[in-house]
Every structure is written in structure tokens, then in C-alpha cells.
């Protein structure tokens, strides 16, 4: 991070090459084989509609899978660039069913879903839903921002033609650019079809592969600490070991919750190591800004909740965290929660 | 750098706060009054193709002022989006001429020019051509990527509807975000007229106005690191600190390499302090990637020609250098030029 890297020095461009390599290898892909991987600067958001603006062509119809906010937003970008889109709906504590999308393939070009829907911390069955979306013969799109690198996903596996994520999540690198794993034909397809500049796949490819270097300024800084990161992944054990210090952070959570009495929102077979989604407490005296701020003092960070339908707050699980932290936030809501409903709130 | 702020943080929103107002003032506009700050996650050209894509609405005519590579990159920019685009051009060693664009201003919605022309390292008069385009009733959009913070600029007195910077220019942060400083009322009119959901200007900065907050990931490390660079600016006596820091790296480079018989492309009265271009020596001995690469071996990063008219390289003179740094730039360019050109080059 305190490295001033020359985005054309060839320190530089070789660890843009290694991250790319890496990216796809955590992919189950080979470099040089079907997949290509293509770094674009902003938030991951920005990485999501590079693909949206670029790889759904003019007269193309986009169906988006929804059971949240992150679904939502695909829907929103589409329509922004007049793409035709189309939705399938799911409550936002359910799962996206193979087989409620079957009828709705036809005359569909393209299938976007988001895998874990970090609405909720629901994992969307990304393989399942690929085996229609290949078999429909459309082009399938993953919003896998929040899973990728703690959820293992084989691309092809799964079906997919192009999967988005960032660097600031799993991968626990810093905020400044995302990422896409494209399969090749479906990159070179996207040539020229491109509705922006700045966010041009194709173009940001061709400018990554001929001579390494980005087309326009890249974080430099971000993505050498990238590079750290994906190094301490591999020494964590790849994404076998950052899923088991994943899914120990979240079942001590769950299991700390429940003893203090929070109701999470999802059902336990539906609910992902990544963030777990909890009920407000029905207690009159809990406030969520005051619970919020209390603990934020503590030096805990928690998220609003996101949803539609339920009043929730939420809390993430990944990141440079283990077993230490989470029984320290366990301790710190006892107190919030304590002080803040001194009267009903139940206690073990 | 090294902290890791939360993007819903109170101190983080009061950083981002303070850094929109800090900007503001530099460009002699105090917070609340005529002019709003937008930052905008991405490189340089993420933030101008926003302001392309977000304020020129359907139907706008747009004028565009060329005279080198970044000129063309919005003329791009304007036809990737739809736009209907006219330029005005002049060649890369002249400047753009006020009285050229009278005649060309009828019809015309949205102007817009670059500042400092990196391409040679020209400055345009954006403040005579900025009289004309308010008096025709344009919008005047000015790219001032490489001039913002090193060469005063009044954004009313130079008639700016929308000027741009970058973070990783001459306030000397870290790539990783740009910004817009925007007439209130031209901002608020291009409400619902983005052409993207990311790049949306309006939606970004009510993203901001609102809580403070981002509309999407925010690159925290970026925007602290930056937010120390302002001070830092501030302690260097502002823009007049750094013009006279940046102007006297300038003025010793060009004594130095005039003297080791490098010919600059520019004409003296025409060349800026941030950067400057010189012509390939005609010695046929020379060549420019064993020049790069025995410099940036050194330590020592120039940039390649971007003209399309001559075989130049270019040198910066901005960021955290002064005069022991060009002195000794000096040193290792006339050792490079020793063993490439042994024979026919000029030393003194």
C-alpha cells in the first residue's frame, strides 16, 4: 500500500499479470484455457455493469433472477442502458428455484443472478441454475461479489460466461477496482458492443493483453495490495481454508446470537457463512441507530439491514476475522443489548 | 493508507465532506455557493465520460476543442454514447484559439476542452474561451486532469459549468477517483439524464448530499491518503506554493536538457510547468525503449510520446519532486544518452 508503483513499470505490469492468472486459477480455470479475467476500476458495481454494457448486445433480452437488492440493482442498470429485461421474483428469504426460470428461458439471451444475495446472506444455486440458463443456450452472468474466493465455484461448473466480484471482499484486499472472469468467446462477442468507454470488457481486455497495461489509470496501490492478499489466501489454504475460518466466524456468531436472543431472518439450511441477517429485537426500547453507534464505538462495525420486507440488521462474517473477534463483538452486543433494553430483553 | 475505514464511518463521511469543501475552495468557490463537489470513483477518464454521459441531455449538440490525445478521448467518449459531436481542431504544438470557435459555437449545447493538453504539456486559455461559450449559452465542461491544483484556476471567473480532476495528479494522491466541481444549477439539471447507473453524476452527488455516503464502494484508502494530501497542499501555500515548486522543477529540466542538446517540441511561451516534450535526438542511435528502460532502472520514470504527429517523450514535472530530483534526473539522463549516443550526440 505504500508502494508508488509507475502503472507502465514491469514490476507492475508482471503482478497485474500474476493477480489475473491467480483470479482465474481461483476460478478452477487454467490461464490459457477458456477463461479470460479482466480487472476494471471502481467498485464492483462498476465492474457489473461493464458486463451488462458490454456483453448484451443490441435486440438482446437480459432476465435477472431477484431476491434482493443486489438482483434489483442489475434490473435498474439495465434499464438505464435500454436493455429489454425481464425478472424472476423470489421472496427475499427463499432461494432462486431452477425451476421456477425453466418457462421463462424463451426468447431470453441472457441470464444474470447474484449468488450470495448479501440482502439476506442467501446462496443462490448458481450450478443448478446454470444448467438451465446452458442448456436455454443463453449467455450466464454471476454476481458472485460477495462469494468468490470463500465459496468454492468452478466457472465452468457452474455454467458461467461471465462472473463479477471485487477486491474488498473474500479476496480481503482494499476497495478500488473488481474483477471479471469472462469465457473467451462470449469476451470476443463483446467486441464493439460496448455502450460507454470507460467500462468497455472487451476494450479493457484487448488493453490488459496487449502489453499489460490498463487503458486508463489503475490504482496502483490497490492492486499491489491485491496481490498480498491473494498470496495469503494460497497460505490460508486457498478457498477450502478461507471457507473454514468463514463458517467457524459464522457459527459462533449464530450460535452466540441465539443465546442472546436475536431471531435471524433466514432459515439455517438457507443462510451463508458470508452475513448473517437478524430481526430487530420486538422490544419497544431497542433502537437500531443507537445499537449501531454504541457498538461502532466498541470498534465494531455492523450493517443496516437492506430489506424490503423485514426490519433486520446484519452482520459479516468475512474479512481478517477469526474466532477472537467474533466472541469480542458476542460481548460487545451483550453489553448494547443490555443496556439498551434493560427491562425485556431476554438474557441467558 | 494503512487504515482501514469503515465506508458508513462518521469520521470517514467527515473526511469525505472536508475534502469536497477543500476542492471547492481551490477552485475559488467556497462551499455553499455556486458550485458543488462530486467525487467519482475510478481513473480521471471515469469521472469526465460521467459528466459526458450525465450532462448533456438527448438532443445536445456538443463541441469539442482538440488539440492532442485527450481532446480525442472525449470526442470518443461522445460517440459512444449517441451524441452528436463537432470539433473544433488545431494542431498539437498550437494552442486553441478563442476566435476559432466563434463561428463554430451556433447550434452548439455543451463545449468542452482540455486544460493542460498532457499530450504535449500545452495549456489552453480556458478562461478567454470559457467568455465566449457563456456569452453563446453553452455549457462549458473543462478537463483540468493535469492542471487542477498546480495552476490557479476561478471556476467562475474562467465561466465553468463543469470542471474535472483526479486525485492522483497535482493535489499529489493516489489513483483510485476523480472529481467534479459543477455549477449547482447545470448539476441539478442533469437530473435523470445519465446514460449509466454507475457514471450517474447527479445520482452520485445526492448520494453524497444525502448522509454523506457513497452510492457504491468508495476507495477509503484513496480518499484518506487524499484527504492528507490536501492538507499537505494547504501547507505548501496552495496552488501559488505548488505552481512555484512545479515552475522551478520545469525551469531546471529545461536549462538541463537544453543544454544536453535535447530540442523541446513547444514553443517556451506556450509550455507548461507539468509537463514537457522533447523530440527524438536524430542521432539513429537512439532508441527510446533502451532510453526508458536504463532510466527506470535507475529509478527514474519518463512517459512515452502520445503525439500523432512526431516521435517525442515526454517528462513530468509534477508530484512529490524537486530540485534534487530533477538535478539528479538530469545527471542519469546524460549518462543514458552517453552510452546509447557515444558518438554523434551533443554534450556539453
Redesign the interface.
Known sequence: ??H?A?????EFIAAVRDIRERLLRIGGAAPGGDYECVLM??????AI?SVI?SAIPRGGRLLVLVNGAYGR?IV??AR??GIEVQTVEAPENRKISPDAIDERLEGVTHVAVIHCETTTGIVNPIAAIGERVARAGATYIVDAMSSFGAIPIDLNGVHADFLIS?A?KCIEG???FGFVLARRGRLLAAEGS???????LHAQWQGLENGGQ?R???????LLAFHQALRELDAEGGVAGRAARYRRNHEILAAGMEALGFEPYLAPEDQSYIITTYRYPTDPEFRFEEFYARL?EMGF?IY?GKLSQAPCFRIGTIGRLGVGEIEALLAAVKDVAHALMRAAFTLV
Open positions: 500500500m505504500l508508488d509507475g502503472s507502465r513499470d514491469a476500476q471502481g467498485s464492483g458495481t462498476f455493469e454494457s440493482r435498474e442498470m438505464v442502458h471485487s474488498n482494499v476497495p478500488g460496448a455502450r460507454t468507454l470507460s467500462l468497455d490498463f486508463f489509470t489503475p490504482p496502483t496501490h490497490a461502532s462495525v443496516p
